[in-house]
T-cell receptor, first 112, second 117 residues
């Protein structure tokens, strides 16, 4: 059963912020939210992760709601190279092996 | 430094043949994962190694699939008696520390595209 729900696709204008939603209503207290993306046929690439606090790095920001049932990945200034499938994944801290369970993700298309 | 490499990049085989897919992780990385990805879907976990020990093989579809990492570095995924439904992209990933570490990043290779005729 899928632990996360994402819209199948979304468009974004180049230079604008892209806000990617993810629902994880059954998330447990020890589960983290991870985001990966996959550009065309390349392997998935790590973006960011968080537990309950908002996180920011050089690639993106992650906003997690107070009840932790949903989150938003923000690409502050989308470029054409950000066109990719974005995956939201939840993973328990008690998962000893760290396997990632990918869903279908959101296909983001950044247009000029 | 070099990333994760996989070979061959493309493999076409006939049904019933055995295939061996190779993964060369980033040097020094402890953890190694195999995933399978069907067209239009996200990667699906197959198996995980911590050094040379296969810690989780719960994702292997059946006993035709096996994997090894004898010296804790290079890994081979073997599919025996291939079937058409085995056609997919097979991806390998590695991470620096044990896979369970929070925040541990998995670095994915370019994959091997397998086509079984």
């Amino acid at each position: 059963d899928a632990k996360t729900t994402q819209p199948p696709s979304m468009d974004c204008a180049e230079g604008r912020a892209a806000n990617l939603p993810c629902n994880h209503s059954t998330i447990s207290g020890n589960e983290y939210v991870y985001w990966y993306r996959q550009i065309h046929s390349q392997g998935p690439q790590y973006i960011i992760h968080g537990l309950k606090n908002n996180e920011t790095n050089e690639m993106a920001s992650l906003i997690i709601t107070e009840d932790r049932k949903s989150s938003t990945l923000i690409l502050p200034h989308a470029t054409l190279r950000d066109t990719a499938v974005y995956y939201c994944i939840v993973r328990a801290s008690t998962d000893s092996w760290g396997k990632l369970q990918f869903g279908a993700g959101t296909q983001v298309v950044v247009t000029p | 430094g070099a990333g994760v490499s996989q070979s061959p990049r493309y493999k076409v085989t006939k049904r019933g043949q055995d295939v061996a897919l190779r993964c060369d992780p980033i040097s020094g990385h402890v953890s190694l994962y195999w995933y399978r990805q069907a067209l239009g879907q996200g990667p699906e976990f197959l198996t995980y190694f911590n050094y040379e020990a296969q810690q989780d093989k719960s994702g292997l579809p059946n006993d035709r699939f096996s994997a090894e990492r004898p010296e804790g570095s290079i890994s081979t995924l073997t599919i025996q008696r291939t079937e058409q439904r085995d056609s997919a992209m097979y991806r390998c990933a590695s991470s620096k520390r044990g896979g369970g570490a929070i925040g541990e990043t998995q670095y994915f290779g370019p994959g091997t595209r397998l086509l079984v005729l």
